[in-house]
């Protein structure tokens, strides 16, 4: 999930003398802001700075950050032509700067942390580029777009579709490329994807995961699948061959269980940004409680964390996840 975002003050800090655009291209920065969540929680996994508009970027897309809203492409995809003149990435020569920093973080890390890598999945990152969906929490752009799909012309289906198969190959040599410099895992970020329906999905996103996924498997990186609105598509998910789903906080991990999947998720950033510590202390160990016994399961939250988020919240979020390592749950110690 976005670990760094806005909620920490050394975050902002450089965020106050460097754009968003030019923190995403300067290796020394990602490295710097990559490391910040962890220097202060030590979580066990830390998350490359990135953004999964990159690869857009990189294929010839002008993109900028507005801020207070987000990233945003000056020009969006609007006709064969437009999917025609993406140019092909080669992460060497396009994106060096994340390649040298993810060997930086590497060498930071060592082995006291998992150093994630990731990128978007190309059914959000199209909704992007086709409808520039950004901040949407209905997710109605996404769903606009497929929508349209049922009145569309055929050419229309087959240009967003040749999109989708450029863009998997994107994906592929990008995060291949992550797994040379170092990563020990990658994230792919559906976010978008439970805008659709079941049957959409396993036509407009699915097939395309599934496609990454496997041209991954010899590399013998685990891979992580991210949903939002995840809990219509758990089968879907699990279908796609990825290692571990990981759920929003709407999808009961009750239901995620019966995958018999590795699972990461999913407590609701809301409660860490509004409840006490006290109060998040009691909902992480609920949730770690309904895990327990559960073989691969990577507590997390069910998105990223929130600006404004009390610092004192994520601590006590983290910390309680670690003491579960080490010691039992009350009620188990007291059954003995
Ligand atoms: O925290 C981290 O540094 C982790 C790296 C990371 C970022 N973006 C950096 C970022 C990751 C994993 C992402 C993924 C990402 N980016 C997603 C998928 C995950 C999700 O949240 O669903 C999406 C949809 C994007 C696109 C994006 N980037 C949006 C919509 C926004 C603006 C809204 C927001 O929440 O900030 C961003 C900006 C962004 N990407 C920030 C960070 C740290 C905030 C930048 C700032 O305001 O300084």
Same mark, same amino acid.
């Given at each position: 999930?976005?670990?760094?975002?806005?909620?920490?003050?050394?975050?902002?800090?450089?965020?106050?003398? #460097?754009? *968003?655009?030019?923190?995403?291209?300067?290796?020394?920065?990602?490295?710097?802001?990559?490391?910040?969540? %962890?220097?202060? *929680? @030590?979580?066990?996994?830390?998350?490359?700075?990135?953004?999964?508009?990159?690869?857009?970027?990189?294929?010839?897309?002008?993109?900028?950050?507005?801020?207070?809203?987000?990233? @945003?492409?000056?020009?969006? !995809?609007?006709?064969?032509?437009?999917?025609?003149?993406?140019?092909?990435?080669?992460?060497?020569? &396009?994106?060096? *700067?994340?390649?040298?920093?993810?060997?930086?973080?590497? @060498?930071?890390?060592?082995?006291?942390?998992?150093? +994630?890598?990731?990128?978007?999945?190309?059914?959000?990152?199209?909704?992007?580029?086709?409808?520039?969906?950004? +901040?949407?929490?209905?997710?109605?752009?996404?769903?606009?777009?497929?929508?349209?799909?049922?009145?569309?012309?055929?050419?229309?289906?087959?240009?967003?579709?040749?999109?989708?198969?450029?863009?998997?190959?994107?994906?592929?040599?990008?995060?291949?490329?992550?797994?040379?410099?170092?990563?020990?895992?990658?994230?792919?970020?559906?976010? %978008?994807?439970?805008?659709?329906?079941?049957?959409? /999905?396993?036509? %407009?996103?699915?097939?395309?995961?599934?496609?990454?996924?496997?041209?991954?498997?010899?590399?013998?990186?685990?891979?992580?699948? /991210?949903?939002?609105?995840?809990? #219509?598509?758990?089968?879907?998910?699990?279908?796609?061959?990825? &290692?571990?789903?990981?759920?929003? %906080?709407?999808?009961?991990?009750?239901?995620?269980?019966?995958?018999?999947?590795?699972?990461?998720?999913?407590?609701?950033?809301? !409660?860490?940004?509004?409840?006490?510590?006290?109060?998040?202390?009691? @909902?992480?160990?609920?949730?770690?409680?309904?895990?327990?016994? /559960?073989?691969? /399961?990577?507590?997390?939250?069910?998105?990223?964390?929130?600006? =404004?988020?009390?610092?004192?919240? !994520?601590?006590?979020?983290?910390?309680?996840? =670690?003491?579960?390592?080490?010691?039992?749950?009350?009620?188990?110690?007291?059954? =003995?």
């Amino acid at each position: 999930m976005r670990q760094a975002g806005r909620a920490l003050p050394e975050y902002r800090a450089i965020r106050e003398k #460097h754009g *968003f655009m030019e923190m995403l291209s300067t290796p020394e920065l990602i490295v710097e802001v990559s490391l910040q969540p %962890w220097r202060r *929680f @030590k979580m066990d996994a830390v998350i490359v700075f990135s953004d999964i508009l990159l690869i857009p970027w990189k294929m010839g897309m002008d993109l900028k950050f507005i801020e207070g809203q987000g990233p @945003k492409f000056s020009k969006l !995809i609007e006709t064969e032509k437009d999917v025609e003149s993406l140019q092909s990435i080669t992460p060497e020569k &396009d994106c060096p *700067f994340l390649l040298t920093a993810l060997r930086q973080l590497r @060498k930071e890390i060592r082995n006291n942390a998992a150093l +994630l890598g990731f990128a978007g999945s190309p059914w959000t990152v199209a909704s992007y580029m086709l409808s520039g969906v950004i +901040l949407s929490p209905e997710l109605v752009e996404g769903r606009r777009i497929s929508g349209s799909f049922a009145d569309a012309q055929d050419d229309t289906v087959d240009t967003v579709k040749i999109l989708l198969e450029k863009l998997t190959q994107q994906t592929i040599v990008y995060l291949k490329a992550q797994i040379e410099a170092g990563v020990d895992a990658v994230q792919i970020f559906d976010s %978008w994807g439970g805008s659709l329906s079941a049957e959409e /999905y396993a036509v %407009w996103s699915a097939p395309y995961i599934k496609e990454v996924v496997a041209a991954l498997k010899p590399t013998g990186v685990p891979t992580i699948l /991210y949903i939002k609105d995840s809990r #219509h598509l758990l089968d879907q998910m699990v279908s796609t061959g990825v &290692d571990v789903i990981s759920v929003g %906080w709407e999808t009961p991990l009750e239901l995620a269980r019966k995958k018999r999947c590795a699972i990461q998720g999913n407590l609701d950033p809301h !409660i860490l940004m509004q409840a006490t510590p006290d109060e998040v202390r009691e @909902k992480t160990q609920n949730m770690l409680n309904e895990m327990k016994n /559960y073989p691969g /399961y990577i507590a997390n939250l069910g998105h990223g964390v929130l600006p =404004k988020t009390p610092l004192e919240n !994520i601590a006590a979020f983290v910390e309680t996840v =670690k003491r579960c390592h080490c010691e039992e749950p009350q009620a188990t110690k007291q059954s =003995k």
